[in-house]
């Protein structure tokens, strides 16, 4: 409970600066980048040291009340949603660069340093921070870290567990500890590689050492259009079966094409579906396997191919594919970014089923796609002022994830689960896999203060509601079923 | 909670294999000695339903359980004074799927890692690991003991490969996590906490892992310098002009490295020269290899550590990479002083080194005590790979673990209360 005397601790802890209580001040912090579920916490902090977060969550554990960390607030899950009667702590004052070690390859920062700031620092040394979301330039460290970002180029150098060496963090009693360090294979179970992709649940991570890769020698762009998503999809399959791994392979839609058009104006082909490719490497290496890439493309039908002739052209085609989700903005006046993994070699099958089910809804979805690792971003675009249409579109998006978990895929690739997906969690795992992933939760949080109602589905939150049946607007529609 | 009955091991048998659906479980044989501990009796189970049938049983009748793929790392970890039951997964082999267009595959634990390799080079693909003893070492027991070789370097170890896992726990219930797509962050990561949990938290009954591409063509530089002095330089010299091999080793005495490069034929080539030329900057003598040759030069150099005929203790020492010089050289006075002999082999470019030592036991005991005090928590590591029971409980085989410890002990706990899995052998002694 949060009364007035557990407030002035935390005051005692942050300082008055420190401490956010005012309501209206408070709504800065409501949501995340899932807009759609709002919360206002009943109080938020913004420390400045680990020390401070060290004695928020000691308070929170003395008092049992729950608390959330949160970043720079860009995830899209809901995983910084804000407990109602709980402590915010906002991580974002915490954006100091602790250490460059450029011989070990390492830098160490706290969390609330930006993605892209990673790269900065690096950069003059000819480094760079290889997991890069599309929010690179606003999402904070912290954040990937809970998440397990990944971005464009994880198809090649993998997400941010792959890159995290060690965190100092607080464990929800309060404990400081420290997981994996800034040398390889610290002895102990890995709990770096659990806590990573945690959402934030299991702890509050206050420092970070990272990995930075040299900078490859030669990076090769390629924009190629094509008639059909399954003529792309095929030259994506060619190219894995040439086997050859590109830094990114990334799909975008007539729809999404469109939009990255009207916002910020690439230069993209009016096509039904573009491909981007990125092949890095040596030199030698690089221009090997752009010539095969090219020949992949030209066996698919690939017309208006652009290459990128130097960084500036290169940037504006990446530019387009990165802006393309908010660029929906401007073909819509709202849309519900979803987040599933299938199969690679099953897209031609879930882009049918995701084509029959735009006729069939009558609401248009725009399709990004990480081709490479399988990763569908589809957009369904809806307008809120029409009635009913924002309850479709969320059913829409629902029933796209179950074309994902048909074939074998997953309920998220990069955004997480979050609040928003909790109550799907049953659909891809059985209780005996949830019962053992709560077995890690018990250990860290045998509380449940730490993010509680995020990740795990509960009767409060997935519950049936009670009284009479009556059928949803998607049943009626015949887009949705009771199972 | 743990009971030694005094029931005889054919009874214990009987009375397990009355709980099984088949009758896997038998009276222990001699070659099933563990450090020169005779297990009670032995589980081969087929199915992971017998997997779960055996831990349940065991975790109820308070017996304790040690798992076993190929045995080739069963004397990793401590020694344990007695040993109930041995579960030996090597009937538990096959693979359960190769998706080759998606490039992964589900493997079941006993599978061996050649095995499964022979399988995914019908499309010229292959689970991009080589650790040592390809040809009888488990996929189980890699996964569980996190363990890789050279080509680390550029394709990562068993944890950055793992995607997905279906595990048993102490009592008996099947769990997964992850899944067969290689971009997948729905739920906690059991497939990464299992991966070099030594058996500790549950038994590893299939995984499922991203692949990776054959590569056309190979070639390896071997470069023999004058001293381990000029091995660092040379790394960063390749480092520096964004050289990117697959495998950057290092052996010593004498000081020699490996530096393999993969790719099509034109570009391995390519990149050897210029390693080559490197090389001659920094005072080494390089040829380049490539088919049988190269075969042989890495066969010789996992042979310098691993070799079956090789007696004496292994070390897993972890370093700082830019400590890469000083360490060799503190393994190198360290032997002198304690009149051991010593190969080193490893991951330059990583700092992870495996060390073989071979002399008195005080005298090793001693090497072990002197790195570990010059090493900073989370800066390296110095851990018993193989040893003799005597010096494993003289040094202890992990070394310090750190403000980790208590929070580890207790996801152990909640996984294992009742300590059926190996109690001890675990990382950490958990």
Known sequence: MIDSDFLSELERIVGTDGLVRDESELLTYESDGLMSHRSRPAAAVLPETAEQVQAVVRLCHQRTVPFVARGQGTGLSGGALPHP????????????????????????????????????QVASDGYYYAPDPSSQVICSIGGNLAENSGGAHCLKYGFTVHHVLGVEAVLPDGEMVHLGGAALDSPGLDLLGVVVGSEGTLAVVTKVTLRVLRRPQAVRTLLAAFDSTDAAGNAVSDVIAAGIIPAAIEMMDRTTIRAAEAAVQPGFPDAEAVLIVELDGSQSEVETRFKQI?????????????????????????????????????????????????????????????????????????????????????????????????????HVASEILSYCLDV?????????????????????????????????????????????????????LCGEVPGPYRAHPAETAGLAARV | MTTITSASPADAVADLNSRLDAPVARVAAHTDIIDG?????????????????????????????????????????????????????????GVEAHRHGDLTATVQAGTTLSALNAVLAEHRQWLALDPPDEDSATIGGIVATNDSGPRRHWHGAPRDLIIGMTLVRADGV?????????????????????????????????????????????RTVVVDFPGTDQCA?????????????????????????????????????????????????????????????????WRAHDARVFG?????????????????????????????????????????????????????????????????????????????RRADAELKSLVGVWGPIGDGLPIMREVKRRFDPTGTLGPGRGPGGL
């Open chain 1, 85 to 120: 009667e709980g402590v915010l702590i906002v991580m974002t004052r915490m954006n100091r660069v602790l250490d460059i070690d450029i011989p070990n390859q390492r830098i160490t920062v706290e969390p609330g340093v930006i993605n892209l700031e990673v790269t900065r």
């Open chain 1, 294 to 394: 090219e020949a992949v493309c030209a066996r698919n039908q690939a017309w208006g191919v652009q290459v990128a002739q130097d960084d500036a052209q290169r940037g504006r085609i990446w530019m387009g594919r990165k802006a393309a989700f908010a660029a929906m903005g401007r073909v819509s006046p709202n849309y519900y970014v979803q987040d599933g993994v299938i199969p690679r070699s099953t897209l031609p099958e879930v882009l049918r089923r995701i084509r029959a089910l735009e006729q069939r809804s009558g609401l248009t979805i725009g399709n990004v796609f990480h081709a490479g690792d399988g990763n569908l971003h589809p957009l369904v675009c809806y307008d809120e002022a029409v009635e009913g249409q924002a309850e479709l579109a969320e």
């Open chain 1, 408 to 460: 074998g895929g997953s309920l998220t690739g990069e955004h997480g689960i979050g609040s928003d997906k909790a109550c799907h969690m049953p659909k891809m795992f059985s209780a005996d896999d949830l019962a053992t992933m709560q077995l890690v939760r018990v250990a860290f949080d045998p509380d449940g203060i730490c993010n509680p109602d995020k990740l795990f589905p509960t009767p409060r």
């Open chain 2, 37 to 93: 501990v005779l297990p009670r009796l032995v589980v081969e189970p087929a199915t992971p339903a017998q997997v779960s049938q055996t831990l349940a049983w065991a975790t109820e009748r308070g017996r304790t359980v040690i798992v076993r793929g190929g045995g080739t790392k069963i004397g990793w970890g401590p020694t344990s004074s007695s040993i109930e039951v041995l579960l030996s997964m090597s009937e538990l082999d």
């Open chain 2, 174 to 218: 099947i769990a997964h996590s992850g899944g067969i797509v290689v971009k997948n962050v729905a739920g906690y990561d059991l497939a990464r906490l299992l991966t070099g949990s030594f058996g500790s938290l549950g038994v590893i009954v299939n995984a499922t892992f991203k692949l990776a591409p054959l590569a056309e063509a190979s």
């Open chain 2, 233 to 297: 330089p040379y790394v960063a010299g390749l480092v520096a002009q964004a050289s990117m091999p697959t495998a950057l080793e290092l052996a010593a005495p004498p000081a020699r490295m490996l530096v393999r490069f993969e790719s099509v034929e034109t570009v391995a080539e390519q990149q050897a020269s210029h390693a080559v030329t490197i090389a001659g900057q920094h005072g080494g003598t390089a040829v380049v290899l490539t088919g049988d040759d190269e075969t042989c030069a």
């Open chain 2, 308 to 384: 079956a005929d090789q007696g004496g203790t292994i070390l897993k020492v972890v370093t700082m990479p830019a400590e890469l010089s000083s360490t060799l050289a503190r393994i190198g006075e360290e032997a002198q002083a304690n009149q051991l002999d010593y190969a080193v082999t490893g991951r330059a470019g990583l700092g992870v080194l495996h060390v073989l030592l071979t002399g008195g036991a005080a005298a090793r005991a001693s090497i072990i005590m002197a790195l570990r005090s010059r090493v900073p928590l989370g800066q390296g590591s110095v851990v018993v």
